[in-house]
Every structure is written in structure tokens, then in C-alpha cells.
């Protein structure tokens, strides 16, 4: 990648998202990461974030901001277990397929998902059983995700 071209890092105050960020750092391209939370702005531009968006992909707020300019997104995003009691929706399926669909509206040449063990239909390890049995509405949320990011049209990878 070139200095010119932008990646979105998506889930950037988490620790995949950080390690991300930390990989990134001094590195050509620009980045930008995007969070939920406002009080998290220094801290991302600590950790190489060149530009730090506030958006809320569940809600839509904020996301075409987000995606504008993005040539690549990564998509760290993911729920905690306890919000498996208590969400309507997830940030995994239904926030991720908002994000794709805007990356892929605003022209994104490329989309990386960061997925789970065990998502979908393939034979899965134990380890991968248990995630299903512990967190099954996220596991299923992350394979809607995953669907939606296969039949898109954009160069994509989905990282397990």
C-alpha cells in the first residue's frame, strides 16, 4: 500500500483492533479508526490511528463518514459474551454487513473480517463447539456476516 491509500480499521479499541493499529504504525498507508465511544480518541491516536471516526454501526451513525476514501477495511468488530443476554442485535452480523455495504458503496477495493472458530457449516473443533454452545446468537450473527461479505462485490478475506 501506498501513502495515499487509507485503511479503516473497524473495532480499533479492542485488543485485535489494537494489534492492528500497533502492525499499521509507520507503515505507508493512512489509517483511520473507528470506535463507538468518543473518549477513546487520544488513545487510538496513541496507539497510530491518523484519523479516529465516531460512528456506531449498529445505528448507522456516523458510517459513511467512516468508509469515505477507504481503499481497505478491517473489521475487528465483536460482541461480548454477556451482550448475548441481552442485545437485540450484534455488532458481529448486522453491524458488520452495514459496514460492507458502505465500504462497498463508498468503493473499497478490498474488506477483511475477523470471524470466529466454528462460524457456519464446516466441521468445527471442540474448541469451536463450545463457542457455539457458549456464544451460538454471536457464532450466528458472524456467519450472516460472513455470507454477506462472500456474495459482495469487493476483494474480501474472512480470518477465523
Known amino acids: 500500500m501506498t501513502a495515499d491509500q487509507l485503511v479503516v480499521v473497524a473495532g480499533a479499541s479492542g485488543g485485535t483492533g489494537h494489534e ?19 473518549g477513546k480518541r ?3 491516536h496513541r496507539r497510530g490511528a491518523d484519523e479516529v471516526v465516531v460512528c456506531d454501526l449498529l445505528t448507522g451513525e456516523g458510517l459513511d463518514a467512516a468508509v469515505d476514501g477507504a481503499d481497505v477495511v478491517l473489521s475487528a468488530v465483536g460482541s461480548t459474551p454477556e451482550q448475548v443476554l441481552t442485545a437485540d442485535a450484534f455488532v458481529d452480523g448486522d453491524g458488520n454487513v452495514a459496514l460492507l455495504d458502505a465500504a462497498v458503496d463508498a468503493g473499497a477495493e478490498a474488506f477483511v473480517m475477523e470471524s470466529a472458530l466454528g462460524v457456519g457449516d ?10 457455539d454452545a457458549a456464544i451460538g446468537p454471536i457464532q450466528a450473527a458472524k456467519a450472516e456476516a460472513e455470507a454477506a461479505l462472500r ?8 480470518l477465523r
Not at 464446516?122 to 463457542?131: E, Y
Not at 456474495?151 to 474472512?158: E, K, L, Q
Open 20 to 38: 492492528i493499529l500497533r502492525l499499521l504504525d509507520g507503515r505507508d498507508p493512512r489509517v483511520r479508526a473507528l470506535t463507538r465511544d468518543d
Open 42 to 44: 487520544d488513545t487510538l
Open 122 to 131: 464446516d466441521d468445527a473443533t471442540l474448541l469451536a463447539r463450545v463457542f
Open 151 to 158: 456474495d459482495a462485490d469487493v476483494r474480501h478475506t474472512i
